[in-house]
């Protein structure tokens, strides 16, 4: 055979192989895709690998995404203390803090993906409290160790700090897509728009509140935000307009630290300065426990005496569990003054539209969850504002030790490291229950009798996180469908080529 007719028919058996692989192609999945997000929250660092397998007959990003299975079937999920944020003076701590977070990943993604593998590391609140200079130093540092250590797909735009409204909107995305509202109801010509639920998150420095809403008329920009789902069902497209508030200083320990500060204010304004070590009686912790911390003084609002002075005290702040004047307490640093029109405020001053209360549910995320599960309020149990209240009241009229003894007996077979990790997230119970329901009820207006709230920590057996939503935001974006398609594409191609029926076809040409 001369070397043109050998050239003739390895051109045809190439083409005719990958005719016939591309025909599959459009119609199979054509490969495993991973990408890695770490959440670097305020009070510490989690991160997920994603997968899913693309499908050339939708151009959704909505498609079976999940959390990967490690060999024993368990997600691949790792966890660290303390939040990133808290490295700004620790820089040289960062790259092995990284490191036990990604090598996690790496030890469960294939090797020959890495390379393809996206890397995208967001910080959330707890960055978004500190300079610019700081977040910068940290992030530098970040970026050089990724780089120099590991073989991601990672650029250094892909390290950063979103908003508040960006982790609004992807908790609400994870919520509803986790529930299938993104899917149409029928298949059919006529397309059905489901209807989607609302999303509330409490962190460690940040709180938010999400819902679709249908006008946007009188509300500011900066809080709407818009989100498309590509698809074979939607043509072109199905667009929702997402109503998103994110209350910076307002997640669980920040207020916690502000409502220290203010009872340190109210105590020196009617003691006056005497030494630099104080008691104060603080009605939101249980009797018998205290908590000491360095604190200044600070007021709430602007329409309140200012404060007396700028100086660092050490405070002990001494429980006598009384929730109803813990309540009193909390309330002022909602800043529940309205001056909104034509639209009513919220808590601290924000617009926020009228909400069909009758009809829309919400998830309550992170503390939404935490707090309410303590206090026995979690599904199948429906939520109510006077159950949750009347349970809080109860644990918050309980001395200290009594309480202690009572959280052993539900956990009887934990060692005693375990069980005190148990128990550090129970310490500030009244507190948190005071918080979250002032912040619910008086803070958000929702009503009393409001029953649709829903906590929750995974839906369908899937944790549920912002993340999930970031990543969905991502794949859905038009740029990044075209990125993922070709790159599975070329991969596809790539490895057809160099594929063992095509090797056993050269050889025999030229043997």
């Not at 990724?146 to 650029?155: E, L, P, Q, T, W």
């Not at 209360?357 to 939404?368: A, P, R, T, V």
């Not at 005071?434 to 958000?444: E, M, N, P, T, W």
Request: include cysteine; aromatic fraction near 12%; charged fraction near 20%.
């Amino acid at each position: 055979m001369n070397w043109h007719s050998f050239m003739k028919h390895l051109h045809a058996i190439v083409l005719a192989l990958i005719l016939c692989k591309m025909h599959k192609y459009e119609a199979a999945p054509v490969g495993q895709n991973y990408v890695i997000i770490i959440d670097a929250g305020s009070s510490g660092s989690r991160m997920f690998v994603y997968t899913w397998q693309s499908k050339a007959e939708s151009i959704s990003g909505l498609e079976d995404v999940e959390i990967l299975k490690n060999s024993q079937g368990k997600p691949v999920v790792q966890k660290r203390t303390p939040g990133l944020s808290s490295f700004a003076d620790k820089l040289d701590e960062i790259p092995k803090y990284i490191s036990s977070l990604l090598d996690v990943a790496v030890e469960n993604i294939p090797t020959s993906a890495l390379p393809n593998t996206p890397l995208f590391i967001m910080a959330t609140a707890g960055m978004r409290l500190l300079s610019p200079t700081q977040q910068d130093m940290i992030w530098q540092t970040v970026r050089d160790h990724v780089k120099s250590h590991y073989r991601f797909d990672f650029k250094y735009s892909d390290a950063y700090t979103i908003s508040g409204t960006e982790e609004g909107l992807f908790g609400w995305i994870s919520v509803n897509y986790l529930l299938g509202r993104f899917r149409p109801v029928s298949k059919t010509k006529e397309i059905i728009k489901q209807p989607t639920d609302g999303m509330l998150d409490m962190g460690g420095a940040s709180m938010q509140i999400a819902f679709e809403i249908e006008s946007t008329e009188n509300l500011p920009k900066e809080l709407v935000s818009e989100f498309s789902v590509r698809g074979k069902w939607f043509s072109p497209e199905q667009n929702y307009k997402v109503y998103v508030t994110s209350y910076l200083g307002y997640g669980m320990n920040a207020l916690r630290k502000r409502y220290e500060e203010f009872l340190l204010y109210l105590y020196i304004g009617r003691h006056g300065i005497q030494t630099k070590k104080l008691e104060i009686e603080d009605p939101c912790l249980l009797r018998g426990f205290n908590v000491q911390n360095d604190r200044v003084p600070h007021a709430p609002a602007l329409n309140v005496p200012p404060e007396p002075t700028n100086e660092t005290f050490t405070v002990t702040y001494k429980g006598t569990g009384n929730m109803t004047q813990c309540l009193k307490n909390v309330e002022p640093l909602l800043l529940l003054n309205n001056h909104c029109t034509p639209i009513p405020c919220a808590m601290n001053n924000v617009v926020q539209p009228q909400i069909d209360f009758n009809s829309l549910e919400f998830y309550g995320l992170s503390e939404f969850f935490y707090t309410l599960e303590t206090l026995k309020m979690i599904p199948p149990v429906k939520y109510s504002y006077h159950e949750a209240l009347s349970k809080a009241q109860e644990i918050c009229n309980t001395n200290w030790d009594a309480y202690h003894a009572d959280l052993r007996k539900e956990k009887p077979d934990l060692s005693e490291e375990k069980f005190e990790s148990f128990v550090s997230f129970k310490k500030l119970i009244c507190f948190k229950a005071s918080y979250l329901l002032s912040a619910l009820h008086k803070g958000l207006h929702f009503p009393e009798n409001y029953e649709k709230l829903q906590p929750a920590h995974e839906i369908n057996s899937t944790e549920l996180q912002w993340s999930l939503g970031a990543l969905l935001y991502k794949l859905n974006d038009e740029r990044q469908i075209q990125k993922y398609s070709l790159t599975n594409l070329y991969k596809y191609i790539r490895s057809l080529i160099w594929s063992k029926h095509i090797k056993n076809t050269l050889r025999f040409y030229f043997v």
